[in-house]
């Protein structure tokens, strides 16, 4: 449960990538809290499974496709529109990941992680933005970006260098979006035990991870962990705060990262090239 009671009906949010893990997390605290909700959805398969698990519900919409394709975008906000109205809250959560060393990296993988991470945030942020002024309502964006916009690590180029671009993009809406009742921050997760982040919650690298985590018991960031905290940034209660970000991690920024090509190649998963 979200812990707002009603506090967001009659409000609409979008949320990408509200599939799974994270974005599951925050539709469901939405839902919880008395809002519409429309997801943006590249996955088919996480769209059936999600929809069963939150319910047949006349308040959540759902539509098929990719943060990347301003068209995709454009008619995930049409379908908000149309079905509840103005959108007063956006969440751009969707993502991806994967392990590539630089001179490894291919165009197209790079594509497909900075696309996803950093010109979908653009792209939905734009299209809120339009809807939302004209409106003259105001609102709220909350983009997930990652413990990775200020702790670089091997093997993690792409993905390091779109989640700092998000941070430096949530700062720039801020300041221009403001003046139109529009408040953007950005939250940083740690390690967040999701089928995404997976990978790196489990083996040594998952206990490298936790060995770096203030807060006892140490343990990994469950997906409602940033869900609370994106609920914060949306209420009323944060009306006084903006172009922030938030690690979401248990302290884990304090210490920093290791690097995660270094622990996952000491357990035969890569190798480095001579």
Not at 11 to 16: E, G, K
Request: aromatic share 6%; net charge negative; with cysteine.
């Amino acid at each position: 449960m979200s812990g707002y009671d009603d506090a967001f009906a009659g409000r609409t949010a979008l949320v990408t990538g509200g599939g799974s893990g994270i974005g599951k997390a925050i539709t469901a605290s939405l839902l919880d809290a008395g809002a519409n909700v429309v997801v943006l959805e590249k996955s088919g398969d996480n769209i059936e499974t999600a929809a069963a698990e939150l319910g047949n519900s006349d308040r959540l919409a759902w539509h098929e496709g990719s943060v990347a394709s301003k068209a995709d975008v454009r008619a995930a906000f049409a379908l908000a529109h149309n079905t509840f109205g103005t959108v007063h809250h956006l969440v751009n959560n969707a993502g991806t990941a994967s392990l590539s060393l630089i001179r490894d990296c291919s165009e197209e993988e790079w594509d497909l992680i900075v696309d996803t991470l950093l010109k979908g945030t653009f792209l939905c942020t734009q299209a809120f933005a339009d809807q939302a002024i004209t409106a003259g309502e105001g609102g709220s964006i909350v983009n997930i970006s990652s413990l990775n916009a200020i702790a670089a690590t091997d093997g993690l180029g792409h993905y390091c260098a779109a989640k700092a671009g998000v941070l430096q993009f949530t700062k720039v809406s801020a300041g221009e979006l403001g003046r139109h009742g529009i408040r953007v921050n950005s939250i940083g997760p740690g390690t967040v035990d999701t089928p995404l982040g997976a990978g790196f919650t489990v083996g040594q690298i998952g206990q490298e991870f936790l060995d770096r985590t203030l807060i006892s018991p140490p343990r990994h960031q469950h997906a409602s962990d940033i869900a609370d905290i994106a609920m914060f940034l949306m209420s009323a209660q944060a009306a006084r705060v903006t172009g922030h970000f938030i690690p979401v991690d248990g302290g884990q920024h304090v210490r920093g990262l290791h690097s995660y090509w270094d622990v996952a190649e000491a357990q035969g998963l890569v190798s480095r090239p001579a």
